[in-house]
């Protein structure tokens, strides 16, 4: 019954779900149905079987039939050119990342949520250079000034959660680069900074992890981009003489990483052929 109408309920009759409001569906949103009982559906010309799912786009009014279900009303996200979602095809379950359009999800797709590594997750929210020198937030550390900038720093990443449906970027400072690998293509592409880079669904961060403090200590400082200098460490060593006598020396080291050709694949990807060049170097 379909109003505006008014009707007497028949002996033995009763109204299932009450008196139900018409979908105003706007041209940015739709409905999902699914399918419960065999019908012909003469708006769309064809037979719904149970199980089938659909989705009506507006502009329009939709009174659904009581052959089926309304899924969910589904709205058009509009995304920048610098904003993206994962979705996955609910049938094949592929996974594509959209970007920078304005799109609303078919009744075939869902939103993907991407799953970090919890470090990863942590050091998305760090500033690369101003915190470059924290240690791992895991980790104790010897300096309390280190400790207090930790575990501010810890606090505040605590307080915003991350969109896991949402695409994932970071911003690679200026003479600095990071490696992402791709596990379905099995290859790995470096991006140099200035640049924002946007992850993709199948798509991780390369986790640098390289000695630090004094004297230095292996896995002590985590970070995504490994800066390229040029840049100093200082280190301590401690050396016994003939006679038994024990000094310690305090040496810096001057470095930076010379890159001939940055657009250059094979030069660039010895970068990270060395997993902590601190520690080598010290």
């Given at each position: 019954v379909v109003g505006e109408?008014?009707?007497?309920?028949?002996?033995?009759?009763?109204?299932?779900?009450?008196?139900?409001?018409?979908?105003?569906?706007?041209e940015d949103e739709g409905v999902i149905i699914k399918c419960?009982?065999?019908?012909?559906?003469?708006?769309?010309?064809?037979?719904?079987?149970?199980?089938?799912?659909?989705?009506?786009?507006?502009?329009?009014?939709?009174i659904p039939p009581t052959q089926v279900e309304v899924v969910t009303r589904q709205?058009?996200?509009?995304?920048?050119?610098?904003?993206?979602?994962y979705v996955r095809d609910i049938k094949t379950g592929r996974v594509r990342a959209v970007i920078?359009?304005?799109?609303?999800?078919?009744?075939?797709?869902?939103?993907?949520q991407k799953e970090l590594p919890k470090q990863v997750e942590d050091l998305l929210t760090r500033d690369p250079l101003a915190e470059r020198n924290v240690?791992?937030?895991?980790q104790g550390s010897d300096k309390s000034q280190q400790s207090t900038t930790t575990s501010g720093g810890?606090?505040?990443?605590?307080?915003?959660?991350?969109?896991?449906?949402?695409?994932?970027?970071?911003?690679v400072p200026h003479n600095a680069c990071v490696q992402i690998y791709d596990y379905k293509a099995k290859k790995a592409r470096i991006v140099f900074g200035p640049e924002l880079v946007m992850l993709g669904p199948d798509e991780?961060?390369?986790?640098?992890?390289?000695?630090?403090?004094?004297?230095k200590k292996p896995n002590q400082i985590h970070t995504l981009c490994l800066l390229l200098g040029p840049d100093f460490f200082t280190d301590v060593i401690v050396i016994e003489t003939a006679d038994h006598a024990r000094l310690s020396l305090q040496l810096s080291y001057n470095w930076h990483f010379a890159v001939s050709d940055m657009t250059d694949?094979?030069?660039?990807?010895?970068?990270?052929?060395?997993?902590?060049?601190?520690?080598?170097?010290a």
């Open positions: 109408k008014s009707f007497f309920l028949q002996p033995g009759e009763k109204l299932e779900n009450g008196i139900q409001d018409v979908y105003i569906l706007g419960i009982e065999t019908f012909d559906d003469e708006q769309a010309g064809a037979t719904r079987n149970p199980g089938d799912r659909w989705m009506i786009r507006g502009p329009t009014e939709y709205k058009a996200l509009p995304l920048d050119e610098n904003e993206g979602i920078g359009e304005t799109y609303m999800l078919t009744h075939n797709e869902e939103l993907w240690p791992n937030r895991n810890s606090s505040k990443s605590s307080t915003t959660k991350r969109d896991k449906s949402k695409l994932i970027t970071y911003r991780q961060f390369t986790l640098l992890s390289l000695s630090g403090t004094i004297p694949e094979k030069e660039a990807s010895k970068l990270f052929s060395v997993p902590d060049f601190v520690g080598d170097a």
